[in-house]
């Protein structure tokens, strides 16, 4: 008989760890169908990797701190980064229901607002491309390039969506991260979720929790991304009526000069 999920034996309706491994293995989905390997264009593998080092560069001051190092990585690696998340998001999709029974609603709700995310950046970036393309911009990306390509796409209202996505899934890992056993219970599903193919799913969680964990409270970093990203918005895409301001002002580490140049020669 297969075990059951509908009556835990654990508190807060979750299931025992030993009925998580049988589960995983009793019940187990179909083995995720590997996709095709889809290099993104050049032009936008450069773009990409253009805003992943001037974020990396703007968030420099919470980098350096040993605190923040790993919550850093997750926001501008695992979440954004030059790199295909397509197997992942796929997985993802299959594997929803599956997991919501085993490791409960606030860990996959995580992977849900990745996906969203990942498909809202996607749609951005393929119209900065566009944008790029028609500037005549090649193999060299610079500020100034990045800059009018941005006002030129607007999207002003998918931009502050955004970054809203990005804070949102921070609020919500530190919400899982401040629960017991979250991460012993994913930790321990991981070895069935792998025989069935599926441990990529369960090492993004694993990352982002471990990430949180050693960050919190990450109250500050979420506001310093919220207030940061949102006076980009507001110089180069200004509310209706407000004048477009020319100069970049920031009250933190400024972009090096060189990282156009250090992007494209990869």
Same mark, same amino acid.
């Given at each position: 008989m297969e075990p059951s999920l509908s009556n835990p034996a654990t508190p807060r309706g979750r299931p025992s760890l030993a009925d998580v491994l049988r589960a995983g293995l009793v /019940? &187990? &989905?179909k083995r995720p169908q590997e996709l095709p390997s889809a290099a993104p264009p050049p #032009?936008? %593998? /450069? #773009? %990409? !990797?253009? %805003?992943? +080092?001037? #974020?990396? !560069? *703007?968030?420099?001051d919470f980098s350096a701190q040993p @605190?923040?190092?790993? #919550?850093m990585r997750f926001f501008f690696s695992a979440l954004y980064a030059p790199q295909d998340f397509s197997q992942r998001n796929a997985s993802f999709r299959t594997l929803h229901d599956w997991l919501v029974g085993l490791i409960? %609603? *606030? &860990?996959? /709700?995580?992977l849900a607002q990745a996906i969203e995310l990942n498909d809202l950046t996607e749609s951005l970036d393929d119209d900065m491309v566009m944008a790029l393309r028609g500037l005549g911009v090649g193999d060299r990306i610079t500020l !100034? *390039?990045? =800059? +009018? !390509?941005? @006002? +030129?796409v607007n999207r002003r209202a998918d931009r502050i969506r955004q970054v809203e996505m990005l804070v949102e899934i921070g609020r919500v890992l530190d919400t899982v991260a401040s629960v017991p056993l979250v991460d012993v219970q994913l930790r321990a599903v991981r070895p069935a979720v792998a025989l069935l193919g599926w441990e990529h799913v369960v090492d993004f969680l694993v =990352?982002?929790?471990a990430a949180i964990r050693t960050a919190r409270p990450i109250a500050s970093a979420l506001e310093a991304i919220q207030q940061r990203e949102q006076a980009r918005? *507001? @110089?180069l895409l200004p509310p209706a009526g407000e004048p477009q301001l020319a100069a970049r002002s920031v009250d933190h580490p400024p972009l090096p000069a060189s990282l156009g140049e250090d992007v494209n020669a990869r």
């Amino acid at each position: 008989m297969e075990p059951s999920l509908s009556n835990p034996a654990t508190p807060r309706g979750r299931p025992s760890l030993a009925d998580v491994l049988r589960a995983g293995l009793v /019940r &187990p &989905p179909k083995r995720p169908q590997e996709l095709p390997s889809a290099a993104p264009p050049p #032009l936008k %593998q /450069r #773009l %990409q !990797a253009f %805003q992943v +080092q001037m #974020l990396t !560069a *703007d968030y420099a001051d919470f980098s350096a701190q040993p @605190r923040y190092s790993a #919550l850093m990585r997750f926001f501008f690696s695992a979440l954004y980064a030059p790199q295909d998340f397509s197997q992942r998001n796929a997985s993802f999709r299959t594997l929803h229901d599956w997991l919501v029974g085993l490791i409960g %609603q *606030d &860990p996959v /709700r995580v992977l849900a607002q990745a996906i969203e995310l990942n498909d809202l950046t996607e749609s951005l970036d393929d119209d900065m491309v566009m944008a790029l393309r028609g500037l005549g911009v090649g193999d060299r990306i610079t500020l !100034a *390039d990045w =800059e +009018q !390509a941005y @006002r +030129q796409v607007n999207r002003r209202a998918d931009r502050i969506r955004q970054v809203e996505m990005l804070v949102e899934i921070g609020r919500v890992l530190d919400t899982v991260a401040s629960v017991p056993l979250v991460d012993v219970q994913l930790r321990a599903v991981r070895p069935a979720v792998a025989l069935l193919g599926w441990e990529h799913v369960v090492d993004f969680l694993v =990352e982002g929790y471990a990430a949180i964990r050693t960050a919190r409270p990450i109250a500050s970093a979420l506001e310093a991304i919220q207030q940061r990203e949102q006076a980009r918005i *507001d @110089r180069l895409l200004p509310p209706a009526g407000e004048p477009q301001l020319a100069a970049r002002s920031v009250d933190h580490p400024p972009l090096p000069a060189s990282l156009g140049e250090d992007v494209n020669a990869r």
